[in-house]
């Protein structure tokens, strides 16, 4: 079993639910915000979910990539000159391009190392640019929490909360991110 079975089976469904308005306005939200109107790049994006409810003058390119090709299947009727939606391993994928802001929206602790996959995605931003971490509350969770405040800066933070748990969206700046040495 893999993504692509758990979302044919329904698995990801609930992504839709009422009781997951407030969490996905509130990561839409801080990427209007924070996007400066330029490139996004969401990382995880599934069937396109969170990119359908931002506004679209708030960016000038949206790419999603996903590892279920089911997800990216479903998101295709999203893509016009500005979006566009790409099967890729976020644990391979290399973009063409800098970005204004990079979004992983509950897909970093999917990872097999979420803070050496941050840094390197940290080196595709634009000098200004900023991530946003939506991350589930568990306690595994608030221990990469724990380690990444103690590796960068956070610019801004907000707290979501229904009757399935409680949700950090947290948004770094480029600038508070030590990069590593590309050789």
């Not at 396109?48 to 999603?64: E, F």
């Not at 969770?141 to 610019?155: C, E, G």
């Amino acid at each position: 079993m893999g993504w692509d079975a758990d979302y044919t089976r329904g698995i990801w469904d609930y992504l839709r639910d009422n009781l997951e308005v407030e969490r996905f306005q509130t990561v839409a939200e801080k990427a209007e915000l924070y996007s400066n109107d330029g490139a996004i790049l969401e990382v995880g994006c599934g069937e396109g979910i969170l990119q359908s409810r931002m506004r679209r003058p708030s960016y000038t390119k949206y790419l999603g990539i996903d590892i279920s090709k089911v997800a990216i299947t479903r998101a295709a009727h999203l893509c016009n000159e500005f979006i566009n939606y790409s099967y890729a391993d976020m644990e391979r994928f290399e973009p063409q391009q800098k970005f204004d802001l990079i979004i992983f929206n509950e897909s970093l602790y999917y990872a097999k190392d979420p803070i050496s996959l941050l840094l390197n995605y940290a080196g595709y931003l634009e000098s200004d640019g900023h991530i946003i971490l939506s991350i589930y509350e568990t306690e595994e969770n608030r221990k990469l929490m724990n380690s990444i405040h103690k590796t960068y800066a956070l610019k801004d933070q907000q707290i979501s909360t229904n009757t399935r748990g409680t949700w950090h969206c947290l948004i770094y700046q480029r600038q508070s991110i030590i990069l590593p040495a590309k050789s």
